[in-house]
């Protein structure tokens, strides 16, 4: 299995779930026009399936998984943010509010590329400024989509979640072996 992410969460989520996967980040450019797709949904399955196939095409006999994640509020996608003022911008927004977590995941084995998506919705508490200058100086935001990790010091700024608590870590892994072990069941029938 080749995991198509230099994302060390996903590869320690996969690890967890005890598969062995070997690392080999897509040179998939992630800038699909967000305002050609219907719903957030289509954009992080589009994006998924483009990392996932750029990895494939070159190791056509391996499984290959792909992944990408987002935060969405009032239907606006937040990705990772780019700078200190863009972290904290986000995380304004996000303070009280209720806001999605999608993360799309495709899978190619074979000629078949099988795609799905989680939604996973988070409640973050009131943040105070001091809260979030204190978050952003630890400098977890900038490698995560809507700026925070709930599976580190981010974990105080969620009040609740509702869904799968490792799709906002990254990697639905419940679904995504439900659907490995039905895409493999299936290739050897």
């Known amino acids: 299995?080749?995991?198509?992410?230099?994302?060390?969460?996903?590869?320690?989520?996969?690890?967890?779930?005890?598969?062995?996967?070997?690392?080999?980040?897509?040179?998939?450019?992630?800038?699909?026009?967000?305002?050609?797709?219907?719903?957030?949904?289509?954009?992080?399955?589009?994006?998924?399936?483009?990392?996932?196939?750029?990895?494939?095409?070159?190791?056509?006999?391996?499984?290959?998984?792909?992944?990408?994640?987002?935060?969405?509020?009032?239907?606006?996608?937040?990705?990772?943010?780019?700078?200190?003022?863009?972290?904290?911008?986000?995380?304004?927004?996000?303070?009280?509010?209720?806001?999605?977590v999608i993360t799309g995941v495709c899978i190619c084995y074979h000629d078949n590329k099988h795609t799905f998506y989680v939604e996973t919705e988070v409640k973050f508490a009131e943040l105070s400024k001091d809260l979030i200058d204190w978050y952003v100086g630890t400098g977890e935001s900038f490698d995560k989509a809507g700026g925070y990790g709930i599976q580190s010091q981010g974990a105080v700024l969620v009040e609740k979640i509702s869904g799968c608590y490792f799709n906002v870590v990254g990697l639905p892994v419940q679904k995504l072996n439900l659907e490995l072990h039905r895409l493999l069941q299936s290739q050897s029938q």
């Open 1 to 100: 299995i080749i995991l198509a992410s230099a994302s060390p969460r996903r590869k320690e989520l996969l690890q967890q779930i005890g598969l062995k996967v070997e690392i080999i980040p897509s040179k998939f450019e992630e800038n699909l026009p967000k305002s050609s797709f219907a719903k957030p949904a289509d954009y992080v399955v589009a994006t998924a399936k483009g990392k996932a196939a750029e990895v494939w095409g070159e190791n056509k006999d391996a499984v290959v998984i792909g992944a990408d994640t987002v935060v969405v509020i009032d239907n606006k996608i937040l990705e990772k943010p780019n700078s200190v003022e863009c972290a904290h911008e986000m995380l304004s927004e996000l303070s009280g509010r209720i806001h999605h």
